[in-house]
Nanobody, 123 residues
Framework: QVQLVDSGGGLVQAGGSLRLSCAAS????????MGWFRQAPGKEREFVAG????????YYEDSVKGRFTISRVHAENTVFLQMTSLKPEDTAVYYC????????????????WGQGTQVTVSS
C-alpha cells in the first residue's frame, strides 16, 4: 500500500517557477515508477512527466520538455516536479501518481494517486 500527498502548488505569474512535492508512505515506494499528471478545467487528465523506480529514466510530455524536471529522493520517499518558465496554459490541478509499469504509466495505468495540488499561472 502506498499513500501519496501532493503539495507545492500556488499562484505564480507567467515565466515564474514552482516546485511540486509528492510525499509517499509505504515500504514499497522504491519499487514504483512515479509520475505527474494534470487536469485543467473542462479537460481530461493528462500525463506530464514520469520517472522510473531507479530514477535512471525520465520522460516528459512534449509541451513541458525543457521547462519541467522530475526527480525522486528515495531516502525521503519524495518525488519532485520542478516547473520553470510557466505559462498560463500550465494552469491545472497536478496529481502525483504511482504505477508498476514504466510503459503503461503515461497511459494512465496508475495504482495510486495523490490528492492533487492547484497550480495557477497568471498572464
Amino acid at each position: 500500500q502506498v499513500q501519496l500527498v501532493d503539495s507545492g502548488g500556488g499562484l505564480v505569474q507567467a515565466g515564474g517557477s514552482l516546485r511540486l512535492s509528492c510525499a509517499a508512505s509505504g515500504r514499497t515506494f522504491r519499487t514504483y515508477d512515479m509520475g505527474w499528471f494534470r487536469q485543467a478545467p473542462g479537460k481530461e487528465r493528462e500525463f506530464v512527466a514520469g520517472i522510473s523506480w531507479s530514477g535512471g529514466s525520465k520522460y516528459y510530455e512534449d509541451s513541458v520538455k525543457g521547462r519541467f524536471t522530475i526527480s525522486r529522493v528515495h531516502a525521503e520517499n519524495t518525488v519532485f516536479l520542478q516547473m520553470t518558465s510557466l505559462k498560463p496554459e500550465d494552469t491545472a490541478v497536478y496529481y502525483c501518481a504511482a504505477g508498476l509499469s514504466y510503459i503503461d504509466l503515461p497511459k494512465g495505468e496508475v495504482d495510486y494517486w495523490g490528492q492533487g495540488t492547484q497550480v495557477t499561472v497568471s498572464s
